[in-house]
């Protein structure tokens, strides 16, 4: 179904048939490049690889293998991580950078691992620094989602402002609701599972082994995805939210993402110092743009970052090869863009229950973009995502090879 692609393209305007593509593809030496985009393993909260493993540990695993003192700042989004710029700070110490490379930390909901990448982009475009590191890390092992906070009475009187606390699902099936989609659709998304190998790095972590007491483990794969799984198997769950809609909901455990625990990092860099250091280029950072909606229905936010930053770029959106869009839930998302599923296969860290999006989502998007661009061999990636409390993001990013 094509509803996410025509709104954005009426959104968008593009009925010009110039496209800037050419442009973009020139090679300046003071481009924004990635030359490394990497995730651990997404796995189950509460049951998963890791489980028993802390926040900050997840941060020293992927880290570049480039000498740290020229990295000029770190950036790492997280959400739920509480004295999150404490375990930040001390975990790029202990992963071997020196004290002299700053971090900083940012908290943009399911974006924050977005705005990472596009806080060094920015960086290192204004001459600020050379080499930075955008992470993206949450643990909702440890640092369980438990909804929004209380309101004060003036705030929480306008009704659109107390929608902003209120629980995703009741959001996704809002959305269901009002655009038409149906539970066939979602479950039809749901089942679509894919190519993720090769944007996956090992993590050792702690496992508590009740018989062997606390032991190192090396985690390498995904836990959340099911082969086999089809729109018929899953066809058979029930609503988990009939509360929130008419006719029972639509919105099932299959069709939503699970709480998830993971990692992802990107490095950038100038492209005359990826060339001087002699490390690939993955990729050319272009734009992030952002849009606020209604919180009610946040999960078409994505309609509407996209066409800003497609506009911001000076591209329209057949020159698009490869979209990467973090579902959190089907209904959001029925018309499949993510051509190898996302979130909803291995978990948008994010709780299933309560539906919140978490940071590692955008830093994550764009290690599996990338790969999958590549392995297409197209040229134009968009990632993009909802926010919660009524918000979108979209990234354009530029392939190399």
């Not at 090992?202 to 390498?220: A, E, K, L, W």
């Amino acid at each position: 179904m094509n509803r996410v692609k025509q709104l954005a393209t009426h959104l968008a305007g593009n009925t010009s048939t110039d496209s800037n593509v050419g442009a973009l593809e020139e090679k300046r030496p003071d481009d924004v490049v990635i030359t490394m985009a990497i995730r651990s393993p997404l796995c189950k909260a509460n049951k998963g690889g890791f489980k028993d493993a802390r926040y900050d540990s997840y941060i020293i695993s992927p880290f570049p293998s480039i000498d740290p003192s020229i990295v000029g700042d770190i950036c790492v989004g997280t959400v739920l991580t509480t004295d999150a710029m404490y375990h930040a700070r001390g975990a790029a110490l202990a992963a071997g950078f020196p004290d002299t490379v700053p971090v900083q930390c940012i908290n943009r909901f399911c974006a924050s691992g977005l705005m990472a990448v596009s806080t060094i982009a920015n960086q290192i475009k204004v001459g600020q620094i050379e080499v930075g590191l955008a992470v993206g890390v949450e643990s909702m092992s440890e640092n369980p989602e438990n909804g929004g906070p209380p309101q004060s009475d003036l705030i929480s009187t306008n009704p659109p402002s107390a929608d902003c606390c209120k629980r995703m699902a009741w959001t996704s099936e809002n959305v269901a609701s009002d655009f038409g989609i149906t539970r066939e659709e979602q479950d039809a998304f749901a089942a679509t599972n894919g190519y993720f190998a090769e944007e996956i790095v090992p993590f050792t972590v702690y496992r508590n082994d009740p018989s062997q007491g606390r032991q190192r483990v090396i985690i390498s794969k995904d836990d959340g995805t099911r082969a086999g799984v089809t729109k018929e198997s899953l066809a058979k769950l029930k609503p988990a939210f009939p509360q929130w809609a008419q006719g029972g909901g639509t919105t099932t455990v299959a069709n939503a993402c699970q709480v998830t625990d993971g990692a992802s990092a990107v490095l950038l860099m100038s492209r005359r110092k990826a060339e001087e250091l002699g490390l690939t280029i993955l990729g050319k950072y272009l734009s992030v743009a952002l849009a606020g909606v209604p919180p009610r229905v946040m999960g078409i936010g994505p309609v509407y970052a996209i066409p800003t930053a497609l506009k911001n770029c000076g591209i329209r959106i057949s020159d698009v090869d490869l979209f990467e869009v973090n579902e959190a839930f089907a209904s959001q998302c029925v018309y499949v863009v993510n051509v190898n599923g996302g979130a909803i296969a291995f978990g948008h860290p994010l709780d299933k229950c309560n539906n919140w999006p978490i940071r590692n989502t955008g830093t994550r998007q764009i290690a599996t973009g990338l790969h999958e661009l590549r392995r297409r061999r197209g040229k134009i990636l968009v990632t993009t995502m909802c926010i919660g409390g009524g918000m979108g993001a979209a990234g354009v990013f530029l392939g190399e090879y």
